[in-house]
């Protein structure tokens, strides 16, 4: 039996068939020592060379029934070979359970409430997707004054108009991930993270055309004071 063989011809190595070769002016006793060695190295050679030929005899796996890419077939109706993914499929590190945070809706409705913690440092990232990818039209405070609607394209709604700042907060995710009219969908550009990060920051935009002064730490009042003095009066859309 080859594997036999080979086992035996394993077992009687010696550790010294590691070490590097030694050099020629060393003793008789390690010359014999390297003539034995390579003996059974010889033995060793054939007996894996045995156990190849042995187990590359049989064919089954080449000659077995099978379909090359795009090969017609007559066994399914649509003659393809090639079949559809089973209905359900998740591809590995696609599964999208959670419904709420990847559509921004609890049923058909959106969701009130952003379903991810919010920190400084998830806002400054929604500041520069907004940036990015929204301000070109709806311009950097959301006023839909942006670059591209200076060069001609569709005006859209400022954020600060009533219905914009009232809408929940699930709807602004649904038009990055869908679109909304003229407004081309951005969920191949933007992940969901990135999504909400834009939604929350959209928000701290309305936020800041609307804060009561209240909000503001009575430290930095007086400088508020100060440039509300010397700020133009409000501008259209905040009557709307
Ligand atoms: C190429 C220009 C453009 C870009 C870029 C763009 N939008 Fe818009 N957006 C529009 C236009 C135009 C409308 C109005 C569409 C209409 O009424 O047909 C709109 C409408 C909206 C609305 C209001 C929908 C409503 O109910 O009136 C929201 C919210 C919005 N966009 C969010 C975003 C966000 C967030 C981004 C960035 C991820 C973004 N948009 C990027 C052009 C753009």
Known sequence: MPLLVARAALATRSPLSLSPPRSTHKSHMSCACVSSQSRQS???????LLLLFSAACRQDMHDQPKYKPFRPSD???????????VQGTVARGTLREDAVYYTGKVGSDFVK????????EFLARGQTGFQVFCSPCHGRTGRGDGMVVQRGFKKPPSYHIERLRHVPIGYFYDVITNGFGAMSDYAAQVPPADRWAIAAYVR???YSQYAPVADVPPDKQPELERSLATAPAPGQEHRQ
Request: charged content about 15%; aromatic content about 10%; overall charge positive.
């Open 75 to 85: 066994f399914f109706a649509d003659g393809r070979s090639a079949r559809p993914l």
């Open 42 to 48: 010889v033995v060793f050679s054939i007996s894996v």
């Open 204 to 206: 701290t935009l309305q």
């Open 113 to 120: 409430e952003i379903p991810v913690k919010v920190t400084a």
